[in-house]
Structure formats: structure tokens, C-alpha cells
């Protein structure tokens, strides 16, 4: 395999236009989650430029690349896939057809292990057959707005009707609605990491936002705009008084979303979900295929969503020490997260539990 490993600052013009043009022909070819924008080059450079560890692996046959891993390793040689924890879509991004060895490609990275949690479908020599498998809800808008409408309308009526209802009195009990799909102030993009802040508080998860580099990331991609590749932040307006926002990533073809949140004084009028089916429209508008809602079970996802892609999540490993510490160090703590969210009598409890801490934490 002529393979060589890069730091962000060594991918060439020529290496990124490849790499979108690989994107481009997965999309067309059938394999439209390599043109998920986690995937794309832009989110790459983002993340090396906030973190050291960020590499990536080009491979090459005759006369230019053919495939690209990006990918943080420690000095150990332990390996994760780019914006592991943050990235809803991972893996090798290849010209139709090419196939590679997994023990060879992490082998010449310098990697005991490789380790996703967002592995896309078509990674097979990665051995994906033996990984954990999720659901990743998608909202389709490829036939337009009104198509995905009456989706969700066959599958219940109650649904739509109540929330474009609560749209209607939220701008009669408060002030008149508007939708801005791209908003470029960033001081809504900061309002917006406070209300996630807060929400992961409140219900007792991690703060990502505690973590700097996080939010250099968001600042660093909020301003990210190339012809494949957006950063964008859509706002739900109570007249000057943003009331819910999200921040995801857009390329040609899809919407990944990504940061949702709302202003909880609102709360009675679902801006979330009025929100996203605006998103949903004005996707609709700029001719994607899909939204990308992202691994992970949520009401609001199962009562947007029109289906279910999937990703893996699991690990490659070399016969090596370090490999063996750190199938040690993980694999029990992630058995336990997947046996509890497997089971909803476990999972309810822990939930309540996480919520209760919170607000105990928080004081509310």
C-alpha cells in the first residue's frame, strides 16, 4: 500500500479538491453517507487546527490518491476516528470500487488500534460485521417539503397539525415568527452554546462546551464556507428574541445536524420542533437530500425522521500491548452504556437520575 501520513498543514490544494471529488462521485454512485460533511475536508483541517494529534492518511496508486483516512492518534499509537464523541459520520473516504486491507492501513498510520463510533456503511475491510450497529435517523427532503409533509401526516396527522399550531401562538402570544436558515451573527452562535450548555447541565450530562477546543471548533467552523462545505446556524425568531437555534454542517447533498437547542421559557410552544421542520423546508428549498439527525434514540428524532441509516461502532486492533490496554481500559465501560440503553427498565431510571443530579447541581 503507498501510503503516506500528513499533518493537517501538509494536505496539499490538490489533495483537497481530490478528496471533495471522491465525495462527489460516492454521492453519485449510491454511497451518499461518504458525503456527509464530518466527512469532508474542511471538518478535518477544523479539528487539526484545535487538536495536535489529527493526521491523515493518504493513499495513493499511479498517478494521485485514491482514498483518505483522517484520523487523532496518541503517542502510544492508539487511534480515533477524527471528532470521535463529536462526529456523526466516520471513515475512509475512497474512490468507488477501491478496497483496502484494515491491518495494513493501521499498520502504516503507526496505530496499535483504531477505534469509531460513528463508522459509516460500505466500510467492510474494517471488519464492521463485528461492530455495534445504530440506527441514525434521517429526514429525507429529495421530493420537496410538501412530499416529506405528507409523510409525516400519514404517520400521524396529530403531529403536524399540533406544532404548526404552537408556531401560530407563538407569534400571537408573543411576538411574530421567523425562520433565518443562515444566520451569521455570531452572537446568536454563542446564545446557542449557552442554552446547549445549560441543557446538558440541567440533565446531568458532560458539558461539552466546558472543553475550549470545542468551542474554537464551533467558532472555526461557524465561519467555514467553501462551495462543498457550510457551517450553518438556523434561528426560530420570536421577533428579535431568538427562541430556539441549531448549528450543524452542510454539504452539497446533506444537512448534518448536530447542536439543537431552545430558550426553556418557550418550552410550551416546541420551538425545537418547529425549528427543525423549518430546517426541513429550507433543505428542501436548496435541493439536499437528506438531514442527518444523528445516532441516538430521541422523541424528536422518531417523530421527524422518514428513516434509518446506519453506523458501527467498535474498534481495530494489531496483535500489540497497547492495543490490549486499551481494549482493557474500554471495552467494559462501554459494554455497561450499551447494556443500560439497551434495556428501557434501566434505561429510564438512569435518565431520571441524570436529570435529578442536575438539577441538583444547578439548583432548579
Not at 468551542?215 to 425568531?237: C, D, P
Not at 420570536?238 to 454542517?249: K, M, W
Not at 429550507?282 to 422518514?306: H, I, V
Amino acid at each position: 500500500m503507498d501510503l503516506a501520513v500528513l499533518r493537517p498543514g501538509e494536505l496539499t490544494g490538490a489533495d483537497r479538491e481530490v478528496w471533495r471529488t471522491l465525495q462527489s462521485e460516492a454521492r453519485a454512485l449510491g454511497a451518499p453517507q461518504l458525503a456527509n460533511p464530518f466527512l469532508a475536508p474542511e471538518f478535518t483541517l477544523a479539528v487539526g487546527r484545535c487538536r495536535p494529534g489529527v493526521r491523515i492518511a493518504v493513499v495513493r496508486e499511479g498517478a494521485g490518491p485514491v482514498a483518505y483516512l483522517p484520523f487523532e492518534r496518541t503517542a502510544l499509537g492508539v487511534g480515533r476516528a477524527i471528532g470521535l464523541g463529536l462526529s456523526d459520520a466516520q471513515g475512509v473516504i475512497h474512490r468507488p470500487g477501491f478496497h483496502w486491507d484494515a491491518q495494513e492501513l493501521i499498520r502504516g498510520c503507526g496505530l496499535s488500534v483504531l477505534e469509531f463510533d460513528h463508522l459509516v456503511q460500505g466500510q467492510e475491510p474494517f471488519g464492521s460485521g463485528k461492530f455495534r450497529v445504530f440506527g441514525s435517523p434521517v429526514v429525507d427532503v429529495d421530493r420537496g417539503f410538501d412530499a416529506y409533509l405528507q409523510q409525516l401526516r400519514a404517520r400521524s396527522s396529530k403531529f403536524v397539525r399540533t406544532t404548526f399550531a404552537k408556531e401560530r401562538k407563538l407569534g400571537r402570544d408573543v411576538a411574530p415568527v421567523r425562520f433565518v436558515h443562515d444566520e451569521r451573527d455570531p452572537a446568536v452562535l454563542r446564545t446557542l452554546m449557552r442554552w446547549k450548555s445549560a441543557q446538558y447541565r440541567r440533565t446531568g450530562r458532560g458539558d461539552r462546551f466546558a472543553h475550549p477546543w470545542i468551542v474554537r471548533l464551533m467558532e472555526q467552523l461557524f465561519h467555514t464556507r467553501t462551495e462543498s462545505f457550510t457551517g450553518l446556524l438556523s434561528v426560530l425568531y420570536a421577533g428579535d428574541r431568538p427562541v430556539a437555534a441549531h448549528f450543524g454542517l452542510r454539504s452539497p447533498s446533506v444537512l448534518a445536524c448536530w447542536f439543537p437547542a431552545y430558550d426553556p421559557r418557550f418550552a410550551r410552544f416546541s420551538p425545537g420542533l418547529v425549528l427543525h421542520l423549518r430546517m426541513a423546508e429550507a433543505a428542501a428549498a436548496d435541493a439536499l437530500a437528506y438531514l442527518d439527525l444523528g445516532r441516538g434514540a430521541k422523541d424528536y428524532k422518531n417523530s421527524l425522521k422518514t428513516r434509518e441509516l446506519t453506523v458501527h461502532e467498535g474498534m481495530v486492533t494489531r496483535r500489540h500491548l497497547v492495543a490490549l490496554g486499551h481494549l482493557a481500559r474500554r471495552a467494559p465501560v462501554r459494554a455497561l452504556r450499551h447494556a443500560v440503553l439497551a434495556r428501557p427498565e434501566l434505561s429510564g431510571p438512569a435518565d431520571r437520575l441524570l436529570k435529578r443530579a442536575g438539577r441538583l447541581r444547578t439548583g432548579r
